[in-house]
């Protein structure tokens, strides 16, 4: 997350000065919806190796949750939220 959040952070000032903050924010939420989809993909696929199936399943839900608020935020549904 510390890799994310300086480069997310550069969004919203680039973009409010081209008058799209609502890009911005969407934008910089993107960024941290692919990257926690990515680390709940690789936990989870540990989890299978693993055989913790109950671990399984809770990434999977946290993974599909994700997924959704990303896809929201492709729509631009700025209500969207994880």
Partial sequence: MRYVVPFVAQWPGTLIAVNTP???LLAAAQA?????ISRYGTLKTWAEKLGMQQAVMLLDQTLTEEKNTNEAASRGDSRSGS
Avoid: I, L, P
């Fill in 32 to 36: 941290v919806e692919h990257y926690e």
């Fill in 22 to 24: 609502d890009a911005g």
